[in-house]
C-alpha cells in the first residue's frame, strides 16, 4: 500500500483501516479469553489509561522543545512507552501488541503532522525491531514437521484464505462496484500475517497449541499473506485509483469547471 500510494488514496485509507479495526478486535479479544483477570490486569489498565490521556500532551511538549534536534528525544520517548506497557502487558499476563495498537491510534494524529518523524519510527521498527520478533517466529517453526504432513498445511492455508474470501468478497461487493476495486480490497484484507504470527506465539506461549500446530499455523500464516498479495498485486490493481491517476483527473476536472466558469 505504501508503495503503490494507496494509503494516500480514500480507498486505501478504506482497506487499512478496515484492517486495523480487524487486528484491534482480533487482539481484545485474545486478551479477553485467554488473559487472567488478577490485580496485576488491574494495574496494567490503570497505568495504560493514564499513559493514553498523558501520551499526546508530553508527546507535543517534546516535539516543540526537542523535534529536530539530532538526539532524536520523541522517537526513544515512543520507543520507551512502547517498551514500558509491552512489560507491563507480559507481566499481567496480557498481550503486548495491544498497547501498542492504541499508543499508534492516540498519536496517528500527530504523526500525520510530521513525515520526518514517521520515516524514522518505519526506518527503526521495519530495519530493526521487527526481524528480531520474525526471527523469533520463525526459529520455533518446525520444517521436519511441515515436510512430514504438507496435507496440513495446504488445508489450513486454503481454510484460511477462502473463508476470508468468500466472507468479504459480497461485503466489500455492496460498496464497491468495479471488479477490480472489489477483488483487489477483498485480496489485501485476507492477508494477516503480523497478527497470525502473534495470534500463534500467544497460543504456544500459553500452551493452547502444540510445537507442531504451531508450525503448521505459522507456515498458513505466512502463505496467506504471501499469496493474495501476491495474486491481487499482479491480477486486480485497480489503477484508476493509483495517485497520479487521481491527481490527473482531479486537474482535468478543475481545468473544466474553470472553462465552464470563464
Known amino acids: 500500500m505504501l508503495t503503490t500510494g494507496f494509503n494516500k488514496t480514500e480507498y486505501g485509507k478504506g482497506i487499512l483501516g ?22 496485576k490486569t488491574i494495574i496494567f489498565i490503570i497505568v495504560s489509561i493514564i499513559t493514553f490521556v498523558a501520551l499526546p500532551f508530553i508527546t507535543r511538549w517534546l516535539t516543540h522543545v526537542y523535534a529536530y534536534h539530532t538526539a532524536a528525544i520523541r ?12 512489560a507491563l502487558a507480559v507481566w499481567s499476563g496480557s498481550e503486548a501488541v495491544l498497547p501498542a495498537y492504541i499508543v499508534g491510534m492516540v498519536l496517528a ?12 519510527m518505519r526506518t527503526l521498527t ?24 504438507p496435507l496440513v498445511f495446504l488445508l489450513l492455508l486454503a481454510g ?19 471488479r477490480n476495486e472489489k477483488w ?30 504451531y508450525s503448521y499455523v505459522v507456515a498458513a500464516v505466512i502463505a496467506s499473506a504471501v499469496v493474495p498479495t501476491l495474486i491481487a498485486g499482479f491480477a486486480f490493481v ?7 491517476k487521481v491527481e490527473a483527473a482531479e486537474l482535468v476536472s478543475e ?8
Not at 109 to 120: F, I, L, T
Not at 238 to 244: A, K
Open 18 to 39: 478496515a484492517c486495523f479495526i480487524n487486528d484491534l478486535a482480533t487482539v481484545i479479544t485474545l486478551g479477553l479469553i485467554f488473559s487472567p483477570f488478577t490485580y
Open 75 to 86: 522517537a526513544k520517548w515512543v520507543i520507551f512507552i512502547l517498551m514500558g506497557l509491552g
Open 109 to 120: 494524529g500527530r504523526a500525520a503532522k510530521d513525515e520526518n518523524w514517521v520515516r524514522r
Open 126 to 149: 521495519v530495519g530493526f525491531l521487527t526481524p528480531f520478533y520474525f526471527l523469533r517466529a520463525g526459529m520455533l517453526v518446525s520444517l521436519p514437521l511441515l515436510i512430514a504432513a
Open 160 to 178: 484460511k484464505v477462502f473463508s476470508k474470501i468468500f466472507g468479504l468478497y459480497p461485503v466489500i461487493g455492496m460498496f464497491k462496484k468495479e
Open 184 to 213: 483487489y480490497y477483498t485480496l489485501m484484507m485476507s492477508t494477516g500475517l503480523t497478527f497470525g504470527t502473534i495470534s500463534a506465539l500467544f497460543g504456544l506461549s500459553h500452551n493452547i497449541l502444540s510445537q507442531a500446530q
Open 238 to 244: 485497480p489503477r484508476h485509483l493509483l495517485p497520479e
Open 255 to 262: 481545468d473544466n469547471d474553470l472553462g465552464v466558469e470563464g
